[in-house]
């Protein structure tokens, strides 16, 4: 079993930066993946960007780059999303996931089905 604590959300003013975390604890060494996902009121949950256990590779929706990026420090079990330049339609419950990529994971990353631990989301507020 795996493990993971998001935190870091809040209210923030359009234009503003956040940084959430994702500690993951417990078989960390069962998982090479970790991906961001959101979920805004009424809407279903979609994939934000994910990161490989080495942090060699990332995937990213078109959508999102330039203003998010992901990073993780191995040592810390800890997985970051830096968002920039936040709109409020970025306002949502952010979740990270965990799993371990297959042979299908490269041609779609945002498959939840990929996930097999999550996190209890934290919530993103971006003022207008």
């Known amino acids: 079993q795996v493990q993971l604590v998001e935190s870091g959300g809040g209210l923030v003013q359009a234009g503003g930066s956040l940084r959430l975390s994702c500690a993951a604890s417990?078989?960390?060494?069962?998982?090479?993946?970790v991906g961001w996902f959101r979920q805004a009121p009424g809407k279903e949950r979609e994939f934000v960007l994910a990161i490989s256990q080495s942090g060699g590779a990332t995937y990213y929706p078109g959508s999102f780059k330039g203003r998010f990026t992901i990073s993780r420090d191995n040592a810390k079990n800890t997985v970051y999303l830096q968002m920039d330049s936040l709109k409020p339609e970025d306002t949502a419950v952010y979740y990270c996931?965990?799993?371990?990529?297959?042979?299908?994971?490269?041609?779609?990353?945002?498959?939840?089905?990929?996930?097999?631990?999550w996190g209890q989301g934290t919530q993103v507020t971006v003022s207008s």
């Open positions: 996931a965990s799993g371990r990529r297959s042979s299908t994971y490269y041609s779609s990353p945002g498959d939840e089905r990929h996930y097999d631990y």
């Open positions: 417990g078989r960390t060494d069962s998982t090479d993946v």
